[in-house]
């Protein structure tokens, strides 16, 4: 009978162990469980934020759709802007350019018209000497001629009426 109880004992030992065993495993399981449905959660918070984040990220592109289409309108405005400056300050340098020129040329005529007013009047001053000095000829010459015209005639008083010589005065 000894044996049997050395079984007995050993068959309940065993089944303890076995207990102990199915027990702790049972533990386990129920942590690895609790574990599951946590990590569960997690990703289930986590998918909802990653698709807050898409709508959000959704939303914000579809803000830069104009934004981009602005960007590019401006950068093109811009870059006409930047060719207009440059053509205008190209136009600025050759009106400058032109001005001067014609300054230059301006003053180059003004010296030349100065230097032929002043030509022209030398000229005028010397026409006019020389006409006064013809009526004073012409002026003795008709003096001297009045001194011998018939002055009984007509035509000869007439001609000698303001001239009469010098010396008859």
Not at 39 to 67: F, G, H, W, Y
Request: glycine share 0%; proline share 2%; hydrophobic share 35%.
């Amino acid at each position: 009978m000894k044996p049997v109880w050395v079984l007995v004992f050993l068959a309940v030992c065993s089944v303890v162990v076995v207990s102990f065993q199915a027990i702790q495993q049972e533990i386990n399981i129920r942590k690895m469980r609790q574990l599951i449905n946590l990590n569960t959660q997690e990703v289930k918070t986590k998918e909802d934020e990653i698709l807050i984040s898409k709508a959000a990220m959704q939303k914000l592109s579809s803000q830069l759709v104009p934004l981009d289409k602005q960007k590019i309108q401006l950068t093109k405005k811009m870059d006409e802007l930047v060719r207009e400056r440059e053509t205008s300050g190209q136009n600025l340098e050759t009106c400058q350019t032109q001005k001067k020129e014609s300054e230059e040329q301006k003053a180059v005529k003004s010296s030349e018209f100065d230097a032929l007013r002043t030509n022209h009047n030398a000229e005028i001053q010397k026409v006019q000497e020389e006409v006064q000095s013809l009526q004073k000829q012409i002026l003795e010459r008709d003096t001297k001629i009045c001194l011998y015209v018939d002055k009984d005639r007509e035509e000869a008083r007439a001609l000698c009426k303001d001239k009469a010589p010098a010396s008859n005065s």
